[in-house]
Structure formats: C-alpha cells, structure tokens
C-alpha cells in the first residue's frame, strides 16, 4: 500500500525545516534564521514504530502577508495539506500564541484531516514552560512539547502522528490489479493517452502545460487483466515552475509514483530527451518502480528507417541509468501502439515482483566468478560466499562476503549483469546490499 504522508506546516521561522531534519535523520531541508527560507516543500522517506512514511517540509503560512513569497508558501501549505494524511503544526513556545497560529489553525480545521501540535524550541527538560498552555486555545488538541534542536519530545511526538496513520492493508485497489502511474512533463500527452484507452474524454485535455493538478485514478480491464493508471500533473523543472499551484503537483505526482507498480515515463517525440525527462526517470528508478518508456507523438515526427533506432540511443545515452526499460514508440491521438504498452506493462510488472531460488542464483554466481575473477586490493580478494534475493519490487539481492570494502561497485555491476543475461528483468531496477558473513576469519 501507498506510504502515509505527514506534513508539516506553520508560520515562518518556528522551526519546522529543523524539525523535518530530525525526523528524517539527515539535513535535507536549508536551515536557516530568517523567515521564509523554505520556499519549496521538501519531501523525505521516513520510518517509525516499524512503518514508513513520506515527510513534507513545507514553507510558512503568513495568513495575513501581502509579500508575494509567503502568499505563494501559504498555497504550497495548502496544498500539502490536502494531500498529506496527517498535518502536524508547529508553533514556537518562546513567541507564545500569535495571531498568525490562530489563522492557522483556523485553516487546518477546514481541511477535516488529523492534526497534532509541536510546539517546539522547549530545550530544557523538566516541566515545560507555561506558554505551552496557551496552545489549548487552538482547539486542536493537547500540544506536544518538542525541541527539534536536541530531539526531546520527537519520539512522543511521532507517536501521535502514528495514530492517525491508515491501517497497514487498506488499500482500494484488488490484489493483482497493476497500478501504472503516468508521469513526465506537462503537456507530454499523458492525459490524452488515458483518454484514448478509455475511449471517452476522462481527463482535461488542452494544450496548456499543467492543466492537469491532481492524480486520478482510471481503471481499465484488457485480456483478463486489471489495470489503474493514474494520470498526475506534469512535472517540471523548479526554475520553470511560476504557478502555485503546480509547484505542488509535484508532490502529487510522486505520491501517485508511490503507490503505482509501474511508471509509465511519457516523452515528447517531438522535442527529444531533455534533463527534466531524465530527472523524472530518476524518480521512478530510485523508488524502485518497474518502467516503460513512452515516446508520444511518433506520428507528427519526421522520420526515415533510421530514426527510431537513433531515438532509442539517445534515450538511453540521456538514461543511462536504467538500459533495463523498454521503449515504446506511440501516438496518443492516433492510438498507433498503444495496444503494445499494455504487454510491455504487463512483462515489466511480473518482472518487478520476479523471485529466483537462491540455488538459482548461485549457479550464476559461480560461473560468472570462474569467468570474471573477484577484485582484489592490497594482497585481500573478494570472496562472494553466497547470494539470495531478499525481496522485489524490485528484485534485491544479498551478496555475503568477506569484506564489504572489496566489493567495487563495477564487480557488483558485472554480476547484475550476468543475472539480467539470465533471467531478463525487463523493466525493473534491481538492487544489491553487500553484507559481510558474521563469524568469517579474514
């Protein structure tokens, strides 16, 4: 099931990016003392009690400000908000209640969504100060005394936000039905390619960039097999991005990667493979999503028998991250192959949640070693004991070995390949994790 999202919201300069550094375990956010220095929401993987969840950072609310920045942060807040499972609002307990907290909270009850209060920056321990016991006044609950700087408070805070968090199985969808979340730039033909599969005009279709804001859902049957795609809004380069309400799109979009099976990666025939395509593609393969590349709008392009063939290499010059994805080459308005992406989702999907025995495995193993020898280094050679998968989505596999700082990522690389020469894995990323055979004499 999808990951629950958090986000976390408040006026300018109460600590929030602090906050999302701490639960996030790393400094992702710009820390910094001056208001408004977060004017993009920052989004993070993170696990508590077991579960994982996406953490949004968001830029402060300023009910009341006229400058344009903290207008813009406050859309960005609200989007985060409707999209996020759980809202957790900070307030700083040194400034007390402020009339900007309460436009806040005022804010966040019209959304009906959980929410839990931080008020942070109470660095000492013992009893917290009394200014915490104004934030009754919110009426949004008992306030959780924190201090993002040191992490008291955090842990309990975490709690509370766990309580909220759906429980683990719901999921709308059925078991079996193949979840393709369409992404790519706005104005790639993603909604037209939805629409012509449902043979009905289901989704806005313009020639306006980012006409569509939100992810929806489609469900769609073919030969026996159940898909959803879901169609997101564009996504485009920050330095591109002038209107509010898209910056969140993003945010959206990745929540629908998320939750898909496969992504289905759209580019623009016409305009070739930019940086922003490749960024995008980056999204889907460190998810760890299967992937199909769409290359829309092949019928307005010019093109000789060469054409497709160089198309193709430079994707994969663009891409060189993931060689495993298959290309199609389609036209949404025409409909010209788009009977081909169903079978190549399919394949890609069964390749994504493949499982192979470790006996398998390690027939590979041995041979590709007998060909290829270990590295060495210093007089010390790699020895790979053993292999097993250890999940999918994608394929990950544990190779046990005498010393993990042996393992050159060019060596680890080369057994990928030897297993993609053996067993396919269409579409799917796969991952490796080195771990070193506890008791081994080195």
Not at 151 to 176: H, I, N, Q, R, S
Not at 274 to 294: F, L
Not at 301 to 312: A, L, N, P, R, S
Not at 347 to 358: A, C, G, K, L, P
Request: with cysteine; proline share 4%.
């Amino acid at each position: 099931m999808a990951k629950p999202i958090v986000a976390i919201v408040g006026r300018p300069n109460v600590g929030k990016s602090t906050l999302f550094n701490k639960i996030a375990g790393k400094r992702i956010s710009i820390v910094e003392d001056t208001p408004g220095i977060t004017r993009d929401r920052i989004y993070a993987d993170a696990e508590w009690n077991g579960r994982q969840f996406i953490i949004i950072d968001t830029g402060g609310i300023e009910p009341a400000g006229g400058d344009a920045v903290l207008a813009e942060m406050r859309v960005q807040a609200e989007i985060a908000i409707d999209t996020a499972d759980v809202t957790v609002l900070v307030v700083d307990s040194r400034d007390g209640m402020t009339a900007s907290d309460m436009e806040v909270a005022a804010m966040l009850q019209k959304a009906s969504k959980p929410i839990v209060v931080a008020c942070n920056k109470v660095d000492s321990p013992g009893e917290p100060p009394m200014s915490l016991y104004e934030f009754y006044n919110l009426g949004l609950g008992e306030p959780m005394p924190v201090s993002s700087i040191h992490g008291m408070g955090v842990g309990d805070l975490l709690d509370e936000v766990f309580k909220y968090f759906p429980e683990e199985g719901e999921d709308e969808t059925a078991e079996g039905d193949i979840k393709v979340a369409v992404i790519g730039k706005p104005n790639a033909g993603k909604s037209s390619l939805i629409n012509k599969i449902l043979g009905e005009n289901r989704m806005i279709v313009s020639g306006v960039a980012g006409t569509t804001r939100d992810a929806i859902d489609s469900y769609f049957e073919k030969d026996g097999t159940k898909y959803i795609f879901i169609d997101t809004a564009g996504i485009r380069r920050k330095s591109k991005v002038t209107d509010n309400i898209e910056r969140f799109s993003v945010i959206r979009a990745l929540a629908a990667l998320e939750r898909s099976d496969v992504a289905l990666i759209m580019i623009d025939g016409e305009e070739g493979v930019s940086e922003q395509d490749a960024k995008i593609a980056g999204y889907a393969h460190e998810g760890g999503k299967g992937i199909v590349v769409a290359v829309n709008k092949w019928d307005a392009v010019e093109k000789d028998t060469k054409t497709m063939g160089e198309f193709k290499r430079n994707v994969y010059d663009k891409l060189s991250f993931m060689q495993y994805a298959p290309i199609e080459f389609i036209s949404a308005k025409t409909g010209q192959r788009i009977d081909n992406l169903f079978e190549r989702v399919k394949e890609v999907y069964v390749q994504n949640t493949r499982r192979i025995s470790t006996g398998t495995l390690n027939d590979v193993l041995n041979d590709a070693t007998a060909k290829v020898q270990p590295p060495s280094d210093k007089g010390k050679r790699l020895k790979i004991y053993y292999m097993t998968q250890a999940g999918t989505k994608p394929p990950t596999f544990i190779l046990f070995v005498n010393d993990a700082t042996l393992a050159h990522f060019s060596y680890v690389r080369y057994i990928e390949n030897r297993i993609r020469e053996t067993f396919g894995l269409t579409g799917t990323p796969v991952r490796f994790i080195i771990r070193e055979r506890n008791g081994e004499k080195q």
